[in-house]
Each structure stands twice: as structure tokens, then as C-alpha cells.
């Protein structure tokens, strides 16, 4: 069985996960214009490092144990890097910070269904049903993001985030993957 190496797993970087069977959601994020490779990333979490993270799930957000919750039970998991200005030194554990805050909310169920509205009805803009009192997985990690001024994707709101969002964003390398993260 793999085991996360804690000291690879840094405040502040952010966790993609995959669990299968989710094809909602990757289904919706191929409509989107994503291809697989990065529709398969159906959750994203913020790290505060070692083995904890912190997620927005139903029914509130909250602290998880990443070991436990995904790589024991065989979810993919894919941990980032932003590689902007600073972030590394200090920005880091104020991004984290910023996550942490979004914790103990109740889930924004209310905003997922502007995804599915945005591709039946090729919808422009941002995502109107969001409230940052309940937040979703991506929304509170890019908001985290933005709100300590890392804009992410130049005219797009944090609220309008779903994971396949932060895969696009490795491949396009405003993010670095973090590759030796099992011991």
C-alpha cells in the first residue's frame, strides 16, 4: 500500500483527487472543453501540510486525513505547487491560511448546478449561484489563491473554479506538479 511521505506534503500546496466512480463530474468537465486527463481530477483540497488537509465536502468543510480518506482507499491524488512570486518563502501559509478560514461551512450545493446550466445553455460569465458562506472544493482553494492576489486565470472569478480548472493550469505550468510525494 503507498504511504504519503509527510515531509514532501507542504502547507499550501493543493491536492487534486480522483475517486472513481465520479463520472458527473468529469462527464461535466469534458462538456466544458477539458479532456480526460484533467476531468479525471473530480475534488481538489488545500494541504497544511504532513498528512492533513482541508476540504469542502458534505455536509460542512473541515479537516481530513489525506493518508486515511484517499490513498488508503486507492483514490489518485495529485499534490501542486503554484509557481508564482513568493509563494514558496511566505505565500504559501497564507494561501493555506486563507483556505482554513472557509472551514466548518456548511457545502455550496446550491452553486453546481451553474455547471450544468453553464454547458445546456452555453452560459458566459460567472458563477451567479456561489456564496463564499458555502463554499465548494475549488471555489475555496482559487479563492484562497485570489485572495492573497495570485490571480489564476486572468477575467475569471474563484466561484466559477472546478477542479479540472487546476489540472489545466499544471499543464499549462502556472502550477508544478509535486512528483516524489510517497516514501
Known amino acids: 500500500m503507498k504511504q504519503l511521505d509527510p515531509n514532501k506534503m507542504k502547507i499550501g500546496y493543493l491536492v487534486l483527487t480522483s475517486v472513481k466512480p465520479n463520472t458527473l463530474i468529469e462527464k461535466e468537465q469534458i462538456k466544458m472543453g477539458f479532456i480526460k486527463e484533467q476531468a479525471q481530477w473530480t ?3 488545500g494541504s497544511i501540510g504532513g498528512y492533513h488537509g482541508t476540504e469542502a465536502v458534505w455536509p460542512k468543510s473541515g ?8 490513498v488508503d482507499r486507492g483514490a ?10 513568493n509563494f514558496m518563502e511566505r505565500k504559501r501559509y497564507k494561501v493555506a491560511l486563507w483556505s482554513a478560514t472557509k472551514c466548518n461551512l ?6 453546481l448546478p451553474w455547471f450544468k446550466l453553464k454547458n445546456l445553455f452555453k452560459l458566459k460569465g460567472q458563477n451567479f449561484l456561489a456564496r463564499l458562506s458555502y463554499p465548494f472544493c475549488s471555489f475555496k482553494e ?14 475569471m472569478e474563484p466561484q466559477s473554479f472546478c477542479p479540472a480548472h487546476f489540472a489545466k493550469l499544471c499543464d499549462e505550468r502556472v502550477f508544478e506538479e509535486v512528483t516524489d510525494i510517497y516514501k
Open 106 to 111: 456548511r457545502y455550496g450545493f446550491f452553486a
Open 76 to 85: 489518485k491524488i495529485k499534490v501542486l505547487k503554484y509557481k508564482g512570486e
Open 63 to 70: 479537516v481530513v486525513d489525506i493518508q486515511k480518506k484517499y
Open 43 to 45: 475534488h481538489t483540497l
Open 142 to 155: 482559487a479563492w484562497a489563491f485570489y485572495t492573497e492576489g495570485y490571480i489564476l486565470i486572468e477575467g
